[in-house]
């Protein structure tokens, strides 16, 4: 298997609980998946919704960079952006080991347009390192 471009996926052990240790779930969207190198994707989030604009859907000021994405449906109920923050490349190894023992799942993709819009409001993103905008703008080329 392989990350897939424009494809929502739920990674059931993102990070620890500070306070408890557990393990939490997040969601992200991959924008590039290059054949050899790692794989560009931003986190999916709800929080701060009063604090986010919708229109236009790309957004890259401050506080809160993001691109409106709506309510994108089960299990994503609630209005989702593409937070546009800095987020490592995902290791295409460790990301078929995943996928493979379960701990990430494929959840929906998006529909092209809104595909092609979120890449490009990615790609021009303060945070996307000039690699990550370069992998992205070849995926969107490719679509």
Same mark, same amino acid.
């Given at each position: ?12 052990? #993102? ?7 557990? %393990? *939490?779930? *997040?969601? #992200?969207? $991959? %924008? /590039? ?6 794989? $560009? !994707? &931003? ?13 236009? @859907? ?8 993001? #691109?409106? =994405?709506?309510?994108?449906?089960? @299990?994503?109920?609630? *209005?989702?952006?593409?937070? %546009? ?9 460790? #990301? ?13 993709? %998006? ?10 409001? /990615? !790609? ?5 390192? &000039? ?9 969107? /080329? !490719? =679509?």
């Amino acid at each position: 298997m392989s990350a897939r471009v424009g494809h929502i996926y739920r990674d059931n052990a #993102f990070y620890a609980d500070g306070t408890t240790g557990e %393990l *939490k779930s *997040k969601y #992200f969207l $991959v %924008l /590039a998946s290059p054949r050899s190198g790692d794989i $560009v !994707a &931003r986190l999916l989030t709800s929080r701060y919704a009063n604090q986010r604009p919708e229109a236009p @859907p790309c957004f890259h000021g401050d506080p809160y960079a993001g #691109f409106y =994405l709506g309510v994108l449906g089960a @299990p994503l109920g609630t *209005k989702s952006w593409l937070d %546009l923050r800095r987020m490592d490349d995902l290791d295409r190894w460790d #990301f078929a080991k995943h996928e493979e023992t379960g701990r990430l799942k494929e959840i929906m993709s %998006l529909p092209t347009a809104q595909l092609r819009a979120a890449m490009e409001c /990615a !790609a021009g993103a303060d945070d996307t390192t &000039r690699a990550q905008e370069k992998a992205i703008l070849d995926s969107l /080329a !490719a =679509l």
